[in-house]
C-alpha cells in the first residue's frame, strides 16, 4: 500500500487544522492507521493510532483532548483533526500502517512522505 498525506500548513497558535493521508490499494481496511511526527533534530514521535473498523482511537498524552483522528475506509483514507494547536505542535506529519495497535514507529510497515505543519505563536 502507499500513503499520501496531505493538508499541512501555517497556522497561528490556537487554530486548527485537519491533514490526510490517501492510501492506495483495496487492503486499506484491514490495517491499523497511525499518525506520528518528527520535529527537527528530535525523534519520530507516535501521535494517535485507529483500529481497522475505526471505532477504537488511542492518543498520545501531548495531544489527548486536542487532536482527532478518524477514518474513511470507503474513500481509502485517514484523518487527523488538530485544534488548540501550539507551536511545540509543529513537526512533519506522517501516516503509516500496521497490523496490530502499536505506538512504536519499528510497529509500522509502510510510511507515507509526510507533511509539514507549522504553528506560529
Known amino acids: 500500500v502507499q500513503l499520501q498525506a496531505s493538508g499541512g500548513g501555517l497556522v497561528q497558535a490556537g487554530g486548527s487544522l485537519r491533514i490526510s493521508c490517501a492510501a492506495s490499494g483495496r487492503t486499506f481496511s484491514s490495517y491499523t492507521m497511525g499518525w506520528f511526527r518528527q520535529a527537527p533534530g528530535k525523534e519520530r514521535e507516535f501521535v494517535a493510532f485507529t483500529s481497522r473498523s475505526g471505532l477504537y482511537t488511542y492518543y498520545a498524552d501531548s495531544v489527548k483532548g486536542r487532536f482527532t483522528i478518524s477514518r474513511d475506509n470507503t474513500k481509502n483514507t485517514v484523518y487527523l483533526q488538530m485544534n488548540s494547536l501550539k507551536p511545540e505542535d509543529t513537526a512533519v506529519y506522517y501516516c503509516?500502517?500496521?497490523?496490530?495497535?502499536?505506538?512504536?514507529?519499528?510497529?509500522?510497515?509502510?510510511w507515507g512522505q509526510g507533511t509539514q505543519v507549522t504553528v506560529s505563536s
Open positions: 503509516a500502517t500496521a497490523t496490530s495497535f502499536a505506538t512504536r514507529p519499528e510497529s509500522y510497515e509502510n
